[in-house]
């Protein structure tokens, strides 16, 4: 079993910038891929971006068009989403996620069935 607890979400005007976080516990990884997603209301969840969790492979949404960073910290077992540049339509709940069957392949998975274990999520309010 995973737990996944992220934290960092928050109300950030325009332009501004947010660190999320997720904290992993309950089994460590060798191998695994790290997703974050979101959904806002009224809308079907989607990909944010991923990580490859040995190695450091990162895989982006389009829409993210190099606002976002996601890193890693081995030893605190986390993972960072750092979000520049927020705009109004970045609100949404954020939620990472972690596929536990990835094991390198050419492509990290940006599909939410991959993934096995989901954290709750963090509120991400950016005003205009």
């Known amino acids: 079993q995973v737990q996944l607890v992220e934290s960092g979400g928050g109300l950030v005007q325009a332009g501004g910038s947010l660190r999320l976080s997720c904290a992993a516990s309950?089994?460590?990884?060798?191998?695994?891929?790290m997703g974050w997603f979101r959904q806002a209301p009224g809308k079907e969840r989607e990909f944010v971006a991923a990580?490859?969790?040995?190695?450091?492979?990162?895989y982006f949404a389009d829409f993210v068009q190099g606002r976002f960073i996601i890193s890693r910290d081995n030893v605190k077992n986390t993972v960072y989403l750092q979000m520049n540049s927020l705009k109004p339509e970045d609100t949404a709940v954020y939620y990472c996620?972690?596929?536990?069957?990835?094991?390198?392949?050419?492509?990290?998975?940006?599909?939410?069935?991959?993934?096995?274990?989901w954290g709750q999520g963090t509120q991400v309010t950016v005003s205009s």
């Open positions: 309950g089994r460590t990884f060798s191998s695994a891929a």
């Open positions: 990580m490859s969790w040995n190695g450091g492979r990162t």
């Open positions: 996620a972690v596929d536990l069957n990835f094991y390198g392949g050419s492509h990290l998975p940006y599909d939410s069935y991959d993934y096995d274990f």
